[in-house]
């Protein structure tokens, strides 16, 4: 076990030194900035900072001092010391990859006080002085050696900074004519005025006109300039929605006030809906804070039991949306409990199925590998752990859940006890639809939305 020793106000000597030394990192300053409330763009803001004196992002004057205090506290003279006075002088900035060696020199000691005058200097990789200083202590007298107490995992996550990117990604694009199905509450209402404002939808409201117009009162929405397709109560407003598809009205749909299977059973209906060859399913697009990039779980809301069958079209609607979102080759991880093909499993069998499909082109436009356990398909030390081989494995754009209560139970738990921001979207009809849920707050509407255009439009390019 690694221990922490201090040096004793009769141990030290003068002339004695001790050092530690770091580089910063973007990480260091954003810890720094949440720790301190300095929100300086000197330190953050990339494009301010170049039209700065420095012309590039800074690290806080007072990060080294911080180190200088590191030093003295655990170093030299280390645990028991009394801090009295800290005079800083600081010379060059530090910026993001510059290297400190941070030092502190005994000049002066005071015995009838156990006091301790220290020169501190903080130098850089090309040998520049950064800070110079004085420090005045109460040496502990005391010997103290404790174990190095272990400090927490850091994750540092800028809540929706992922779907922001989504967002403007679609500045170029136009808008989508979308259907809002019964849009008859102050949240579905806002938030498809909301993704209006931003132009990523061009808004429909299909549903009861008064019950649109008191949900507008509520929200405090201006309506004018939006179309409204009044409909007598729900069933009929989802009737008419698909049937503005069919009539090639609008490009999307996104649920409001109703039911999932109210709106999906107009959407399948097999007189009037507007289903394809291909089977619906439900991708979701979460940004995990603990993840990498932008990860997709399919399917946890349309398909209970898919069948092998399913699970093909399953796949291949989730390749093409992470195409659409720019994803060229995107990793494909086929879950089950095991990474090996077990009979008395059966998604083991069907993923190694799927697998061959794979191999003969019966699904296209990404590396598909499975069976694979989650945390398999997620994390690059269990594939080291297991010694695992596959392109897949640790690096997983997407997720293929076994059945639709192992999707829902992964995505669930990333949202609540990952902190993932989610949004998604149901493909293999003939418009994407949205399937926004009271629990999802405005951003994940947004994205939602943006994600829809980035498919209508991109797809429609490319067959283009």
Known sequence: MHHIENTTFDEIEIGQSAQLVRTLRREDIELFAIMSGDVNPAHLDEEFAQSGRFQRVI????WGGALISAVLGTELPGPGTLYLNQSLSFR???GIGDTLTVRVTVREKHPEKKRVILDCECVNQAGETVILGEAEVIAPTKKVRRPKVSLPRVYLHEPGARYKALIDATKDLEPVRTAIVHPCDALSLSGALEASSQGLIIPILVGPRAKIEAAAVEAECDLDGIEIVDTPHSHAAAEMAVSLVRQAKVEALMKGKLHTDELLAAVVNSAHGIRTERRLSHVYALDVPHYPKPLFIT??????????DDKRDIVQNAINLAHALGIDLPKVALLS??????????STVEAAALCKMADRGQISGGIIDGPLAFDNAVSPEAVKTKGLSSPVAGDADILV????????MIAKQLIYLAGADAAGVVLGARVPIMLTSRADNTLSRLASAAIVQLFVRRSSHAMG
Do not use: F, H, S
Request: aromatic content about 2%.
């Open 59 to 62: 690290g806080q004057g007072m």
């Open 337 to 346: 409990a095991v990474e090996t093909v077990t009979p008395k499993i059966n």
């Open 401 to 408: 859940a076994p059945d639709l209560e192992a999707g829902n």
């Open 92 to 94: 060059r900035p530090v």
């Open 299 to 308: 399917d946890a809301a349309i398909n209970i039991y898919p069948t092998l």
